[in-house]
């Protein structure tokens, strides 16, 4: 299974624009990019996935690199409670893995206010 | 729609023992997947139940097992409690049917191993 490296922390100030990379490079052709965040004291949560184009959604954009080795994720403007573990997850398409997601260390983002 | 539940939310047992934790799913979705967190280990795949079979395993002892029922209610069980199986045990329930679903997750059970 192809590996994701991610910063151990980041920090931002709140209502700033975030960006967390995400580095996997031996991807396949066929990997979908996921990113999940877990916030304090709670079960992870889903924030966006992607193939080959960027996509946004009303939580964040995800910023994928023309070779897929590398993405990232944007949270627009950072408030206190983007605080969390952010987590980016491959999961290849056409098995049967939907149900098994493979968590890294992630990155731990810290907001100031 | 009611999300994933989990219950207990709390558990101390010693070791030796063996527990159930329950995880219900949210209306609809087919797949249901345990996860153990420990600080350090992190976020590890236990297994994953689709329509009642083991799709997919992850790299723990015979010790911890789990079924599905014909309602998608999941459970695990973990006979012969260690020290070290302190931790939080998550469930997170999706379709199952794509590599686009996304997994929901409860609120976790906290384990407590003494």
């Known amino acids: 299974d192809a590996k994701t490296t991610q910063p151990n922390s980041m920090e931002s100030n709140e209502e700033e624009p975030v960006h967390l990379p995400c580095n996997h490079s031996?991807?396949?052709?066929?990997?979908?990019i996921h990113w999940y965040r877990q916030l304090p004291s709670q079960g992870p949560e889903y924030v966006i996935h992607g193939l080959t184009s960027n996509v946004n959604n009303r939580m964040a954009s995800l910023a994928i690199a023309e070779d897929r080795k590398s993405s990232t994720l944007i949270l627009h403007r950072a408030t206190l409670r983007d605080a969390a573990v952010y987590y980016c997850?491959?999961?290849?398409?056409?098995?049967?893995?939907?149900?098994?997601?493979?968590f890294g260390q992630g990155t731990i983002l810290t907001v100031h206010p | 729609k009611a999300g994933v539940t989990q219950t207990p939310r709390y558990l101390i047992k010693t070791r030796g023992q063996q527990v159930t934790l329950s995880c219900s799913p949210i209306?609809?979705?087919?797949?249901v997947s345990w996860y153990q967190q420990t600080p350090g280990q992190g976020l590890q795949f236990l297994f994953e139940y689709f329509s009642e079979t083991q799709r997919n395993k992850g790299n723990f002892p015979g010790r911890f097992s789990g079924r599905q029922f014909s309602n998608s209610r999941s459970e695990m069980n973990v006979s012969t409690l260690e020290l070290g199986d302190s931790a939080l045990y998550l469930c997170?329930?999706?379709?199952?049917?794509?590599?686009?679903?996304?997994?929901?997750f409860g609120p976790g059970t906290r384990l407590t191993v003494l």
């Open positions: 031996t991807i396949s052709g066929t990997d979908y």
């Open positions: 997170a329930s999706s379709l199952g049917l794509a590599e686009t679903d996304t997994q929901y």
């Open positions: 209306s609809g979705h087919r797949s």
């Open positions: 997850i491959l999961i290849p398409a056409g098995g049967t893995s939907y149900g098994k997601l493979t």
